[in-house]
């Protein structure tokens, strides 16, 4: 249930929320997507960019590198960032 579902557009304007996606998981991509942080700095940064957003391959065969990162570390990087996208699906009908 969402907690903004019974609002009116002036409450929504009021707390700055007319933007907000459909769901809580997608908020936190956008996020991500839109803040000017760069997620490719950390070791840290890039498991939670990765597993969020995901890193396209020619980003990943770079972050290999970088950070001298295993083939089964990408591979569960992939993973977990389906695994995300399946949640965000799942939870697509929960309005804000």
Do not use: A
């Not at 839109?34 to 950390?42: A, I, L, Q, R």
């Not at 083939?71 to 996208?85: A, E, T, W």
């Amino acid at each position: 249930m969402s907690v903004y579902k019974n609002l009116t557009k002036e409450e929504k304007e009021q707390l700055g929320i007319l933007w907000l996606p459909v769901n809580c998981l997608e908020h936190l991509v956008n996020i991500l997507s839109f803040s000017s942080k760069d997620w490719s700095k950390e070791p840290r940064d890039i498991w939670i960019y990765g597993i969020i957003c995901g890193w396209d391959e020619d980003s990943l065969e770079e972050l290999k590198w970088k950070y001298n990162l295993k083939s089964i570390q990408i591979k569960v990087m992939r993973k977990l960032h389906k695994q995300f996208n399946k949640l965000k699906e799942l939870n697509k009908d929960d309005l804000i």
